[in-house]
């Protein structure tokens, strides 16, 4: 079975513009969740999505935003990139709801650099 | 306020011996808690889960344990292999609320075993 993937692997933005990312969960799996890890703040849950529905949010500002569609991919938008948004960008898959009780699949993320 | 303590950012040990990380957290009633292992350049890979009425949990040369008393979860590697280096991160989730939804991770330990 093919694992998460994740593109575009590296990207290089500038302040004020927008970004969009993508994930592929494993086949199967429903349940999709992304994570923002700097060395600073470490690894933080931004969101889960799950049948197409946002389930659970972190606490980021509203300019995080994302989407899953009906095949369970799933895309992460960053609008208006700060500095500080320059992070890499994991996201995990499970075949259930519910990212406590069940074991997250991470991809290799994206490592996102704003200018 | 909720803080989650890895016991130290790096431990370092001879092959062969048991390696013990800590995870200690203040003002969390976790319901479930996690550890995974980290790469450089990789995406997290799930260890283990525990839930908080379990005390112990083992998964080869793995051991956890959970003790909600002493708010604090040991993660054991015995017979370590310079191959088990890697950072080791642990996270919660708390019950109620919209489920099970959020993960919160420790800041991770980084593990380098000697040959």
């Known amino acids: 079975k093919a694992g998460v993937t994740q593109t575009p692997r590296y990207l290089i933005k500038t302040r004020g513009q927008q970004v969009t990312l993508s994930c592929s969960p494993i086949?199967?799996?429903?349940?999709v969740s992304w994570y923002q890890q700097t060395p600073g703040q470490g690894l933080q849950f931004l969101f889960e999505y799950f049948s197409e529905t946002q389930r659970n949010k972190g606490n980021f500002p509203g300019r995080f935003s994302g989407r899953q569609f009906s095949n369970s991919r799933s895309e992460m938008n960053v609008s208006t990139l700060e500095l500080g948004d320059s992070a890499l960008y994991l996201c995990?898959?499970?075949?259930?709801?519910?990212?406590?009780?069940?074991?997250?699949?991470f991809g290799p993320g994206t490592r996102l650099t704003v200018l | 306020s909720q803080k989650i303590e890895q016991n130290s950012e790096a431990l370092n040990i001879q092959e062969g011996k048991t390696a013990t990380l800590t995870c200690n957290y203040t003002?969390?009633?976790?319901?479930?808690l996690q550890w995974y292992r980290q790469d450089p350049g990789r995406g997290p890979v799930f260890l283990l889960l525990i839930r908080e009425n379990e005390k112990e949990k083992r998964k080869e040369r793995l051991k956890v344990t959970f003790d909600t008393t002493l708010k604090q979860s040991l993660f054991h590697i015995t017979a370590s292999q310079p191959a088990d280096s890697a950072t080791y991160l642990c996270?919660?989730?708390?019950?109620?609320?919209?489920?099970?939804?959020?993960?919160?991770f420790g800041q991770g330990t980084i593990l380098t075993v000697h040959p």
């Open positions: 995990a898959s499970s075949s259930s709801l519910g990212v406590a009780q069940s074991e997250q699949f």
């Open positions: 996270a919660l989730a708390v019950a109620g609320g919209t489920s099970y939804g959020k993960l919160t």
């Open positions: 086949s199967g799996h429903r349940s």
């Open positions: 003002n969390y009633s976790p319901a479930y």
